[in-house]
């Protein structure tokens, strides 16, 4: 939060309120924002969090009932949002956009890996005990991700011409990517469950920024002539995008 912000929070202003709509309740938490000019609910599909924005001076009062007069809005958003499918012992994942089954190897060492089941089926196997398996198959996700992106980002530097200085992978759940000036790229690490094809247009998208700093015609001409595949790209995504975000996200009993 903003320092400016802060200094209109009072010490004891809650950072959660309550929201109840057909006998259901939904968190929702409260931030300010020093440019707000008035109140914003949304959902973050990643977190499957509610946040609801306010300006400096805003009453927490205020903002209480704003998000009650919007419950059906909140419970909507949250119904639409797919599935959750945590990372445990059966669930399936997909793994550069092959489907694998996540599987228990209690009493084998080693962390995670990827091997072929009965009948080809791809696994993904996770050492240790139970409670370490969610952790592990996320930790083995974002360092496979990481990888991809940095090969696919340097291919993409060098067939554009410019130097990338640094790659990291978040969270993100309003972008797929972004990019500095300053040769900063970073990636949502969720792209290692979509198809190559998909991170590596997503990889040219943004390192073609370094080039044009924006979506003019120039800058889809650069990204075209280094990925052939931009228009397939950006149809999977706007079909399967939103899906990725379900993954890895533990599911909430008291939203049923």
């Known amino acids: 939060m903003p320092l400016r912000a802060l200094l209109y929070r009072r010490p004891s202003e ?13 968190p929702v938490r409260v931030r300010r924002h020093r440019q707000a000019r008035r109140y914003t609910l949304r959902v973050q599909a990643a977190t499957r969090e509610v946040i609801l924005t306010m300006p400096p001076r805003a009453s927490v009062q205020e903002a209480k009932v704003f998000a009650q ?10 119904r639409r949002l797919p599935e959750a499918a945590p990372f445990v012992d059966g669930a399936v994942v997909p793994l550069r956009g092959v489907a694998h089954r996540i599987t228990h190897r209690r009493g084998v060492r080693g ?35 990481l990888r991809d992106l940095e090969t696919a980002s340097r291919s993409a530097a060098e067939a554009l011409g410019v130097t990338v200085q640094r ?33 590596n247009y997503l990889a040219v998208h943004e390192v073609a920024h370094l080039v044009e700093m924006n979506h003019s015609p120039r800058f889809w001409r650069l990204v075209h002539r280094v990925c052939a595949e931009t228009h397939r790209a950006k149809a999977w995504l706007d079909v399967h995008g939103a899906d990725l975000h379900r993954y890895g996200v533990v599911r909430d009993p008291a939203a049923d």
Not at 69 to 78: D, E, N
Not at 114 to 141: K, W, Y
Not at 172 to 186: D, N, P
Request: charged share 20%.
């Open 167 to 199: 790659i990291s992978v978040r969270d993100q759940s309003s972008r797929w990517g972004s990019c500095s000036t300053t040769g900063v790229l970073s990636y949502s690490w969720r792209l290692i469950f979509a198809p190559p094809f998909v991170l």
């Open 14 to 26: 809650p950072q959660t309120i309550q929201v109840v709509f057909e006998q259901a309740i939904y």
């Open 69 to 78: 007069k919007h419950g059906g809005w909140i419970a909507t958003r949250l």
């Open 111 to 145: 962390t995670v890996w990827s091997e072929d089941g009965a009948g080809g089926h791809p696994l993904l196997c996770v050492a240790g005990e139970a409670p370490h398996i969610g952790r592990r198959v996320g930790d083995f996700l974002r360092r496979e991700a």
